[in-house]
Nanobody, 121 residues
Framework: QVPFVESGGGLVQPGDSLRLSCAASEFTVEYYGIGWFRQAPGKERKMVVA?????????YYPESVKGRFTISRDNAKNTVYLQMNRLEPEDTDIYYCAPTDLAFNPLPGPWGQGTQVTVSS
């Protein structure tokens, strides 16, 4: 059983928005740093696009998404969200969530199935 279930992806046009959800099934998200990652087809490395720390919920974004993406956490629902605004074709990828270390690298462990985001006119 994978620890997360990602959902909310889809096919949208440039400039549209999506909200991705990361529902945790095996642990409590507020006790872990959680990150959203993207992976291009055929590539092994997943790149972080947003992360939130475990205690004070501080956030991190790479420059490519800063001001467009927002990560948040709902402790009551044990879910982490990624609000994606002003989407661009370059944002097209499969998106995953995972617990992270202090450097926002994913911790070892199984990945969920991810959710496909496709931005195209």
């Amino acid at each position: 059983q994978v620890p997360f279930v990602e959902s909310g992806g889809g096919l949208v046009q440039p400039g549209d928005s999506l909200r991705l959800s990361c529902a945790a099934s095996e642990f409590t998200v507020e006790y872990y740093g959680i990150g959203w990652f993207r992976q291009a087809p055929g590539k092994e490395r997943k790149m972080v696009v947003a992360a939130i720390t475990k205690r004070d919920a501080k956030t991190y974004y790479p420059e490519s998404v800063k001001g467009r993406f927002t990560i948040s956490r709902d402790n009551a629902k044990n879910t982490v969200y990624l609000q994606m605004n002003r989407l661009e074709p370059e944002d097209t990828d499969i998106y995953y969530c995972a617990p992270t270390d202090l450097a926002f690298n994913p911790l070892p462990g199984p990945w969920g199935q991810g959710t496909q985001v496709t931005v195209s006119s």
